[in-house]
């Protein structure tokens, strides 16, 4: 089974959606920020929120397929 712990899934509307582990909702947030900061021209900080949703928090994976997750409660 796929490990899920610690994963959430986060969106950045009109730039981005991905998955980020971390240990919390505020660590999500800063891990996703600072890649963003670094890796993307695009991307304010200012401007840009991330949503984020804990995929452990919503019963997204495949009882029957569990190496599935699926992310499109925040795409």
Do not use: Q
């Amino acid at each position: 089974m796929l490990d899920i712990t610690n994963l959430y899934a986060y969106r950045i509307e009109e730039l981005a959606v991905g998955i980020v582990k971390a240990e919390s909702y505020e660590d999500a947030r800063e891990k996703v920020k600072a890649a963003y900061l670094k890796h993307n021209d695009c991307f304010d900080s200012e401007r840009d929120f991330i949503e984020l949703e804990e995929i452990a928090e919503n019963d997204s994976w495949f009882s029957d397929n569990p190496d599935v997750v699926e992310v499109d409660e925040l795409i």
